[in-house]
């Protein structure tokens, strides 16, 4: 730790020019990596960790400005390069990759050619091999069959493959450093493992640095050797991950530690407040009623047999004749395929399983949103899996099976304010029609979720992410369903904001003695919320049981590979 | 509405252009509301004794060939134009959005037909089939204006169906559909509100064609008649005079239309940024 740092920050300050005057956006931030050192940027949404790299590499938008500091690279001050010296710079001494591999990859061109295009950019290649070089690169990234993928375009490939190439782009050049904006994010646990895996082998054998930018706290620990922690624009925390996390100094780090829900943590442990919903906190905090209990024999939903077939897309059929004889089943896409299970009232189940396995599919069918193609849904006595979707809307059981969509952004529409919202369905399925009755009821609900009462003429756009969710849920809880279905209600929250989240289900659910089928991919979230959790893949339920028996002693292959590959923050401990 | 006139005051004082095009649009507007009490001498009133006499203080724009003063005719003309382009441009947009919208929600049957008719009145040159229709179903106002619609439709409807499209599927949509609305409850109060942004660009720049398009079948002589003061019909009979070198009669009145036309395409963009509350940058 001697030597002279790769890359070191100084003092840098950067900030953007709104409507509302001059934002700062990252302040007086301090940092250096050394060789082959792997730094990890921890921070909530905001915090400025993708700012602070946007900086460094130059990528900064128009609005933006560095307002003092410098970012010296191996003896090149940065801020002070030209365009076209930073363009030199960009992709052979530092690279970086992005957030969405989807969109960071040109969609109309191959993906070998954008290989070749930063070697050839950077005279790493000359036409004649480029070509071979690009293959290269595509086998070190673990791409099967590299020679016929490279003429691949980004939508023929899944989303880990994407990251694989942007990894592969970004090293073509052996690059010193490598800057990753949380590189996986929206990918499966499994393939996250996979990805970061290959990342840290790559660089480890090329002895690069790495700054990896990261609101997953369990993923740092598990990939870093030093983390800096940022709020609000500032620098609160730099330490080694051992010491991070054996003792951490700063209240905001410990907050976010303990908000990182591990596998022995309980909903009690979560304790994070997040700094906007403070005067809230009373609400949040109400005392814990007792545990209800649930009755064994009194069934609310079965499930029997339930099967969703979805057609191909004509992508994937092999063009032939209209005429020739097919087989049906070579068209069809089984989604859910054929899955049963029962559920107690009062009882909470997660579902479980990564993107594709029909979680999502199924959580449809449960509310009635999408019609199965066979098997039954068994609901408080009445099967109404039979019931056309369309129709379902209009009857009174559409009361009784609610849900909390996955996107609190996308399921608000942007032209509702929270109390349009949020009585919408009170005045379609509970007939309300005074104004003022109304009005209170909405009033009610949001002092249950631990909305602030000045916030319900606001737009969703003017709202936190925190906040959006709240909107969500009350709405979800409007008109007293007895099955709330919760579709990965968290997943698009950082991590306090997560606890505070799951907290107030757990308290609404003793409350009110609901039933919950959480879907999600994450575990460790799921364990803290259900009794029991159901592991889906491919359709299929490859295995059932209480949460705790199935995180500790998983039996199916493919549970063990998942709870495998969960981040550990506790790894951080690692003696 | 305190603060949606802030939000205007911002994306003016973001933009010059918008706030010009804005002062035209006003103007414009005066002058089609209160036209006939502004113009300085009756426009049909004619005066054979000053036909034909160029700008002066009296007759800022000059005289006609019957006498009439030209501002006055070219004032009058912005109550006729605009009316139908704003009848014309509210019809097209109600029956296009409509149509376009249910196209872009149901799909299937609806979007074939609604896709199909579109493009079977976007594959007629338009200003023909314009003529078209008011040579066929007779010579009047009225007939302008279903004409103007009839081939504005197609643009709607496109530009409703796609946003309808993409929106369909969103999470509010389903979150609407678990709140018990009906599917054509969640068209009207979800989806539609949504749509409007691009709509209003679309509405701004078809008020400019819509205008240019009735003085369009005025000057070939259909729609409306003489003496009624309208731009299109008082450019066609300007245009025999400017070879003898009486240019006034032609230039006013095709100068007022050319600024509406402008006026209105400089409109869209500011008008979408006032309507549409998340491209508040």
């Known amino acids: ?575 | 509405m305190i603060q949606f006139l802030r939000h205007v005051r911002y994306v003016m004082s973001e933009n010059p252009v918008t706030v010009a095009a804005f002062v035209m649009f006003a103007i414009i507007v005066i002058l089609a509301l209160f036209g006939p009490w502004i113009v300085p001498y009756d426009p049909l009133a004619s005066n054979m004794r000053i036909a034909l006499s160029p700008p002066n203080w009296a007759h800022p724009f000059g005289t006609d060939q019957l006498g009439r003063d030209v501002l006055s005719r070219v004032i009058a003309s912005a109550r006729l134009d605009l009316g139908i382009a704003v009848s014309a441009v509210a019809l097209s947009f109600l029956i296009g959005s409509a149509l376009g919208c249910s196209a872009g929600f149901y799909g299937g049957w609806t979007d074939r037909i609604v896709g199909r008719v579109s493009d079977t009145i976007m594959a007629f040159p338009l200003f023909v089939l314009a003529m078209g229709i008011v040579a066929a179903m007779g010579n009047s106002i009225e007939n302008i204006i279903y004409a103007t619609a009839i081939i504005n439709l197609p643009f709607y409807a496109r530009v409703s169906r796609a946003e309808t499209y993409i929106r369909r599927n969103a999470g509010f949509v389903h979150a609407a559909r678990l709140s018990g609305n009906t599917n054509a409850r969640i068209l009207a109060t979800q989806i539609f509100p949504n749509i409007l942004p691009p709509m209003m660009v679309q509405i701004s720049l078809n008020m400019g064609w819509a205008v240019l398009n009735a003085a369009g079948l005025s000057f070939i002589g259909l729609g409306v008649r003489p003496p009624d003061a309208e731009w299109g019909i008082m450019v066609a009979e300007g245009a025999t005079y400017i070879i003898s070198g009486e240019w006034w009669l032609a230039l006013f009145p095709g100068a007022a239309l050319m600024l509406a036309v402008f006026c209105f395409n400089l409109l869209g963009d500011g008008l979408r940024d006032m309507v549409d509350p998340l491209r508040r940058t």
């Open chain 1, 1 to 575: 730790m001697t030597a002279k740092p790769m890359l070191s920050v100084e003092n840098l300050s950067v900030e953007f020019k709104t409507r509302n005057g001059i934002v700062p956006a990252v302040c007086d931030v301090s940092f250096a990596v050394q060789k082959g050192e792997t730094v990890g940027i921890v921070g909530e949404s905001g915090s400025g960790k993708s700012v602070s790299a946007y900086t460094v590499i130059g990528l900064l938008d128009d609005a933006g400005r560095v307002s003092s500091g410098t970012t010296n690279f191996d003896g090149v001050n940065l801020t002070e390069s030209t365009e076209s010296e930073l363009c030199d710079i960009r992709g052979r001494e530092i690279s970086m990759i992005f957030q969405n591999p989807r969109a960071a990859l040109n969609p109309i061109r191959p993906v070998g050619r954008q290989i070749e295009d930063v070697l050839r950019r950077h005279a790493q290649a000359t036409r004649q091999n480029a070509r071979t070089r690009a293959i290269e690169m595509l086998k070190k990234v673990k791409i099967v069959d590299p020679e016929h993928r490279y003429w691949s375009y980004p939508f023929e490939l899944s989303g880990g493959m994407c990251q694989r190439v942007m990894i592969a782009i970004a090293l073509a050049c052996n690059p010193r450093l490598l800057i990753a904006d949380e590189p996986t994010t929206g990918l499966d646990v499994t393939t996250q493992k996979a990805t970061m895996d290959l990342i840290k082998d790559l660089t480890q054998e090329r002895h690069m640095s790495v700054v990896l930018i990261t609101h997953d706290l369990g993923m740092a620990a598990t990939y870093c050797d030093r983390i800096v922690v940022m709020k609000k624009g500032k620098i609160v925390e730099a330490a080694t991950v051992n010491d991070l996390f054996s003792n951490p100094q700063h209240p905001y780090t410990q907050k976010l530690i303990a908000a990182s829900p591990g596998p022995n943590s309980c909903l009690e442990d979560l304790n994070a407040i997040p700094d906007e919903m403070v005067d809230v906190e009373n609400v949040v905090r109400m005392p814990a009623s007792p545990k209800p209990k649930t009755f064994p024999n009194d069934k609310l939903l079965e499930v029997i047999d339930l099967v969703k077939v979805f057609p191909k897309s004509s992508g994937q059929i092999k063009h032939r004749w209209p005429w020739a004889k097919t087989d049906p089943t070579e068209h069809e896409f089984r989604a859910v395929d054929g899955i049963s299970f029962k559920m107690r009232r009062g009882e909470s189940i997660g579902l479980v399983g990564e993107s594709g396995c029909g979680k999502s599919t199924t959580s449809s069918m449960l509310t009635r949103l999408l019609d199965p193609t066979s098997g039954s849904i068994v609901f408080d006595g009445e099967d109404i899996g039979a019931i056309p979707a369309e129709k379902f809307a209009r009857m009174a059981q559409r009361t009784k099976i609610q849900m909390v969509f996955q996107d609190a952004t996308d399921s608000l529409n942007p032209r509702f304010s929270v109390i349009d919202a949020i009585s919408d369905p009170l005045k379609r399925l509970k007939g309300m029609r005074n104004g003022k009755d109304i009005e209170d009821k909405v009033r009610e609900l949001a002092a249950r979720v631990g909305l602030p009462e000045h916030l319900l003429r606001r737009f969703p756009h003017q709202l936190s992410g925190g906040q959006k969710a709240r909107v969500g849920i009350a709405r979800a809880i409007a008109v007293e369903p007895q099955l709330l279905i919760l579709d990965e209600p968290t997943s698009a929250l950082d991590v306090s904001v997560q606890a505070v989240v799951l907290q107030l289900l757990d308290q609404l659910r003793r409350d009110t003695n609901m039933s919950y089928l959480f879907v999600s991919h994450d575990l460790n979230v799921v364990r803290l919320l259900c009794d029991r959790v159901i592991v889906m893949n491919r359709g299929q339920i490859v295995e059932e049981g209480m949460a705790d028996d199935v995180l500790r002693n998983p039996q199916a292959a493919y549970t063990k590979t998942l709870i495998e590959a969960i981040p550990k923050v506790h790894a951080g401990l690692r003696d």
